[in-house]
């Protein structure tokens, strides 16, 4: 008896740690549980003018009402614009990967400072942010004149 009520416990134990680790993966904001998704790779990406370009992806949450509700990855969508153009997006091309996620490239060939987002299209209530971030091309010298001179920290 007792070594069932040991594997009841085992699984149970398991199944809640792997919920764990999946909102994990989907957090957008640390700290902010219930995330619809995650913009990958997270956070402000700081790159040079020049460098190859990188793989952007937009994964949503299967456990997030928009996922229940039916939606998939044929709604999403990756967007950037200038950092103060905020009516001038351009919506990035992408790749359907699965259910859940689409992959985008970013080329990083002109210096600029990209609000980069994933959102989704819900058509009868138009677009829904589902996460975002930053992406600033810079020259090294340009950089580190700002942050010579002026003090600015990106990060």
């Known amino acids: 008896m007792s070594a069932k009520v040991a594997v009841v416990f085992a699984v149970l134990a398991l199944s809640a740690s792997g919920e764990t680790v999946?909102?994990?993966?989907?957090?957008?904001?640390?700290?902010?549980?219930?995330?619809?998704?995650?913009?990958?790779?997270?956070?402000?990406?700081?790159?040079e003018v020049g460098s190859s370009p990188f793989s952007i992806s937009c994964h949503l949450n299967p456990e997030n009402k928009y996922y229940r509700d039916g939606h998939r990855s044929d709604r999403l969508g990756i967007y950037a614009n200038e950092a103060y153009e905020?009516?001038?997006?351009?919506?990035?091309?992408?790749?359907?990967?699965?259910?859940?996620?689409?992959?985008?490239?970013?080329?990083?060939?002109?210096?600029?400072?990209?609000?980069?987002?994933?959102k989704i299209?819900?058509?009868?209530?138009?677009?829904?942010g589902i996460c975002l971030s930053s992406i600033v091309v810079h020259s090294i010298s340009t950089y580190s004149e700002l942050q010579l001179c002026c003090g600015v920290q990106f990060f």
């Not at 919506?91 to 259910?99: A, D, E, F, P, Y």
């Not at 299209?121 to 829904?128: N, P, V």
């Open 86 to 118: 905020r009516n001038n997006q351009r919506q990035l091309k992408s790749r359907i990967v699965n259910s859940t996620t689409i992959e985008a490239m970013y080329n990083p060939a002109e210096i600029s400072v990209d609000i980069v987002k994933c």
């Open 22 to 47: 999946a909102e994990d993966f989907y957090t957008c904001v640390p700290g902010v549980t219930g995330s619809a998704g995650v913009l990958l790779p997270r956070g402000d990406i700081d790159v």
């Open 121 to 128: 299209d819900l058509r009868e209530d138009g677009l829904k």
